[in-house]
């Protein structure tokens, strides 16, 4: 202990404050070199150069924050879309008055009819529109069918249309696949009290509705599916709308020009008829092979039992030779090579896609050898077809009455 007291004594002998000046005071400028050796200049400077010092200071701060700004700015533009910054989350009112046809088909949910509104600026928010929908709804969902909103619907606005709580004031029309114009025009006449010669005369000019003249009537047009129409809808805005669901599957198949549409829209309501819808690509390809080599075994004759039918105005499985050789009906394919004078029902998307888009194969030949599974068996050559037509016929005896 002494020691160490005897040590930090002595230290502190040294540090005496001559030696202190010494060490504060080293260097023969007296004052100019600092404490452990550092310089401290204490320079003179003029009013000017300290303005001039000043401006490049400021300068210097308003570039750093002018570039700051900028990166900021430009940040934000990045990301604002990713993270919905500043988006408007909904419209107000009803509306501003420009219409906008909409169409729900089955299955649609509603996300997909959220996003499909925020598209077509009906809505301004997607999500918004299905956070809305589901405080509302409750145990209600959107029913399939054809809509008129506008643009700029608050949420609210257009899901209260859409859950049809305005139902008093439209009619609701649901048509099936594989209806023929006639049974059709009795499920308008009965959804919307229409007469039923009223609509039939509409037969008179297909054109008027951007059907090709080749048609002999709206047969083919009349597009399957469920509608909502205003009570005041006219009958003539009534086929309008459907034809033109019509047209957008021929759109969306790429389908174009008038003759290649009258082809596609009669085969595929011949498809509809003939197979279930994942036969309907192999037997597109067979009527293709069917048409294209009239020196084949079948001459270039489709003859489809279908047709047949449609130009009998019956509904049958079960013809008679003196049927199938009656030449005087324009829809009888084994009389008439070639496709009939025109479609025989109203097909859907699937139908038209496969007729745009037939399969490549070697078929000539197809029978459904079981009418309840729609199991449909196709063959190359007529004798191949025979062992398949002999199953059917199997299946026929075993099912009395099914094959009528």
Known sequence: MSNRSNSRNARGD????????????????????????????????????????????????????????????????????????????????????????????????????????????????????????????????????QYSLQEQMSSESAIHILLQKDKENQNYLAINQNWRMDETFDAIAKATGKNVGELQALNSDVTKFGIPAKFPSLEGWLHPGEYHFDKNASSEEIIQTMVDRTKADLNEAGVQGDDEIFHVVTVASILEFEGIPKDYDPIAGAIENRMNNPEGETGGFLQSDATVAYGLGEKTYQLTTEEKQDKNNKYNTFAHPGLPVGPIGSPTLD?????????????????????????????????????NVAEYEQWCSKNEGKCS
């Open 351 to 387: 139908a038209i896609e496969s007729a745009a888009h037939p399969q490549k194969n070697d078929y000539y030949f197809w029978v459904t050898v079981n009418l309840d599974t729609g199991e449909t068996k196709f063959a190359e050559t007529y004798a191949e077809h025979q062992q």
């Open 14 to 145: 040294q540090e005496s404050p001559d030696n202190l000046n010494t060490l504060l005071n080293h260097g023969e400028d007296g004052g100019r070199e600092g404490f452990l050796g550092l310089n401290v200049e204490h320079d003179e400077y003029t009013e000017e150069q300290r303005r001039k010092v000043k401006a490049r200071r400021r300068n210097t701060m308003l570039t750093a924050t002018l570039v700051f700004s900028v990166a900021l700015v430009m940040i934000v533009a990045i990301l604002s879309p990713q993270m919905g910054w500043f988006k408007r989350k909904d419209f107000r009112g009803d509306g501003n008055g420009t219409a906008v046809t909409y169409t729900v088909d089955q299955g649609d949910t509603a996300y997909k009819i959220a996003n499909d509104l925020e598209s077509k600026g009906v809505i301004a928010d997607a999500n918004r529109f299905v956070e809305n929908f589901q405080e509302q709804a409750g145990e209600q969902f959107i029913q399939p069918g």
